[in-house]
């Protein structure tokens, strides 16, 4: 199966890190709750498997899984508009599961 994993790169438009610092970890708190089924996380302490907050080189990215539109559409839709509303490059790679 293939699924795509897209990247919110945390840089505005004229090069300046996107503000408040912690953007990436507030988005993905937000996120949380969105949880594949059988997953046991407790949202309160652990961020969803499909919203992940990482630093790349040192500029803050959001990692999102486009499996969260099988369990939300509307829920990526909220991650990609708020990407879009704040000027955020997002970039986008395929992530291939080897055959079981």
């Not at 949202?43 to 486009?66: C, G, L, Q």
Request: negative net charge; hydrophobic residues 40%; glycine residues 6%.
């Amino acid at each position: 199966m293939i699924h795509k994993t897209l990247f919110i790169q945390g840089i505005t438009a004229n090069g300046n890190p996107f503000r408040p610092s912690d953007w990436a970890e507030r988005l993905c708190g937000v996120m949380a709750s969105f949880r594949p089924l059988g997953d046991t996380g407790d949202p309160r302490f652990t961020y969803s498997p499909f919203a992940r907050p990482v630093v790349i080189a040192n500029v803050k990215f959001v990692v999102i899984d486009t499996r969260l539109h099988d369990l939300d559409p509307k829920a990526l839709d909220f991650v990609l508009n708020f990407a879009k509303d704040n000027g955020l490059p997002i970039e986008e790679a395929c992530v291939f599961e080897p055959k079981t």
